[in-house]
């Protein structure tokens, strides 16, 4: 583990050769981050530095960097740059580990974040604009970086009910509705240990999912011109 002060960045520099200024620095220990926790003095990342890949296995080392921390404007934007990175190569997928499709026990009780690119990635694929996802699908509640917009509704007010995109007509049979378009949290959502998987459901065959989630407004539209 190593602490990496960025209230003495000179020190930093001479110890490490890494150049002063937070914009500059070297952010490779960064890739394949596990775990960021966030406590009162530091940021502590966790993540890969090395793996090797053997028949069905893969070995990965580990090491912590630890950030210290104080309320200095260009330590925050400093931090902000690092969580920022940490997230974009928040996973370790070895290529062996797959949810075994129509499962989906994840979209129901978990609340994906959405941020501004989500968003705008859903109005694009939903063929809406960007308020109108925000208003019919979005809970807003802003994170204190300002990168999240608030997290996806469920279709009813129970946490624990089913994503508002969700489709699919019973257990073993669902499907995300807005797959191209679903947030980068889903995407990066891996099985790694997770405790709901459906071990009836089966990885063999093909799996047909259905027609894709279409707003209210334009499924009633639909409807209507069926109609006429
Ligand atoms: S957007 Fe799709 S993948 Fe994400 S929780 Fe909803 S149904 Fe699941
Ligand atoms: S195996 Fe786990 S992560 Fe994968 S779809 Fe099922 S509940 Fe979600």
New binding site residues.
């Given amino acids: 583990m190593e602490t990496i002060d960025l209230i003495a960045l000179r020190s930093f520099t001479r110890r490490t050769g890494q150049p002063t200024h937070p914009e500059l620095l070297d952010v490779r220990p960064i890739e394949h981050v596990n775990k960021i926790e966030i406590d009162e003095e530091h940021i502590t990342i966790e993540f890969d530095e090395k793996t090797d890949r053997y028949y069905n296995a893969n070995e990965i080392t580990k090491r912590e960097w630890v950030y210290k921390y104080n309320d200095d404007p260009e330590f925050v934007k400093a931090i902000a740059k690092v969580i920022d990175l940490a997230r974009k190569n928040f996973k370790v997928m070895p290529e062996n580990i797959t949810c075994p499709p129509g499962c989906?026990e994840?979209?129901?009780g978990?609340?994906?974040f959405v941020s501004k690119a989500d968003v705008q990635r859903?109005a694009d694929h939903l063929k809406m604009s960007y308020r109108d996802v925000v208003k019919e699908y979005v809970v807003e509640r802003p994170s204190a970086d300002g990168y999240h917009v608030g997290w996806?509704r469920k279709v009813t007010d129970d946490l624990a009910d089913?994503?508002?995109?969700?489709?699919g007509s019973g257990s073993g049979h669902?499907?995300?509705?807005?797959?191209e378009?679903?947030?980068h949290?889903?995407?990066e959502?891996t099985p790694i240990g997770c405790d709901d998987v459906d071990e009836e459901l089966s990885h063999e065959g093909e799996y047909k999912t259905g027609a894709p989630?279409r707003p209210k407004r334009r499924k009633a539209a639909a409807t209507r011109a069926a109609r006429r």
Avoid: H, I, M
């Fill in positions: 989906a994840c979209c129901s978990y609340e994906p859903l996806l089913k994503c508002v995109f969700l489709k669902y499907y995300c509705g807005v797959y378009g679903r947030p949290d889903c995407g959502f989630f």
